[in-house]
């Protein structure tokens, strides 16, 4: 067990902080802050966050760690605060971690046994979510599916059984594609997608997955996608609905205890009765 006092051990801290996705005037006053106080910024893009700093007359020394250093910087990192340095981790934009990279370093950093500190700030996701028309409760974030087709289609078929709300990200130029697999794996299902959120030319596309496939031509921008969950299954959870549904959790990544509290959570069955079931079928 890990206790972490975030303002009260006096340790060197690695802080989380949310950047704007398109709009700047949603950069919080804490988060200009931070970043004008620690000793490091580490960026996903040093370019795109030098803008920002720009902006912000920020003149912290900035330093990249994308997904291509990832491990190499992750170590870079640790060892910037074993020297007692603070360091600020932001991506382009939304929160680190959030289908950007910064996992290895969280990770790298906790087992050192320091800090890592949130400051909150915009996500794409949450944005999206919220103004979907969508059930906003439960919720599945996915992020970007594989840029592979047939893994991609594979990763859906593990979800399609979810009743909860799906989230995705999507890039403009394989839109048309990810619709055309949600169509074939999920079915005609409600659909929200979201694009330029904040952005002078934000927009909602409210419908149904082929509603909007015929509308996704010559979309641009970054894109969230909110899919309505599987509602086929909700009130026919026999045993082998529920194994079914406790094995497609564990494909997402989640542990055995884990998926069996996230299919409690969806069905509203015991969590202790789904346990029994699948301790006694393994």
């Not at 929160?95 to 400051?119: C, K, M, T």
Request: net charge neutral; charged share 25%.
């Amino acid at each position: 067990m890990i206790r972490q006092k975030s303002f009260e051990n006096g340790k060197p801290s690695l802080y989380l902080v949310a950047t704007p996705i398109g709009n700047l005037d949603e950069m919080t006053p804490r988060a200009v802050e931070i970043l004008k106080k620690v000793d490091v910024i580490a960026a996903e893009d040093t370019r795109t966050t030098m803008k920002l700093l720009n902006h912000f007359s920020i003149t912290t020394h900035c330093i990249a760690h994308h997904m291509h250093n990832e491990k190499k910087s992750a170590a870079g990192l640790l060892n910037l605060l074993q020297a007692g340095q603070n360091v600020a981790l932001v991506s382009d934009a939304g929160y680190p971690l959030l289908s950007d990279p910064g996992q290895q370093a969280v990770d790298r950093i906790l087992e050192a046994g320091f800090n890592v500190i949130p400051v909150s700030g915009a996500n794409a996701m949450l944005n999206a979510l919220v103004a979907s028309g969508q059930i906003v409760m439960p919720f599945y974030f996915r992020g970007f599916l594989s840029s592979t087709a047939a893994l991609a289609k594979k990763e859906c078929e593990a979800l399609k059984q979810l009743n909860c709300t799906l989230i995705f990200y999507e890039a403009p130029h394989r839109i048309a594609k990810t619709l055309q697999i949600f169509l074939e794996v999920f079915g005609d299902r409600r659909l929200t997608l979201a694009r330029e959120l904040t952005k002078k030319h934000e927009e909602f596309l409210r419908g149904t997955v082929s509603e909007i496939l015929k509308e996704s031509e010559g979309l641009k921008g970054e894109m969230v996608l909110i899919l309505e969950g599987n509602k086929e299954l909700e009130d026919t959870w026999d045993e082998a609905s529920l194994l079914e549904l406790v094995k497609q959790l564990k494909q997402t990544g989640l542990s055995t205890s884990e998926a069996i509290k996230q299919a409690a959570k969806q069905t509203g069955q015991s969590k202790n009765e789904i346990y029994a079931l699948v301790n006694r079928k393994a």
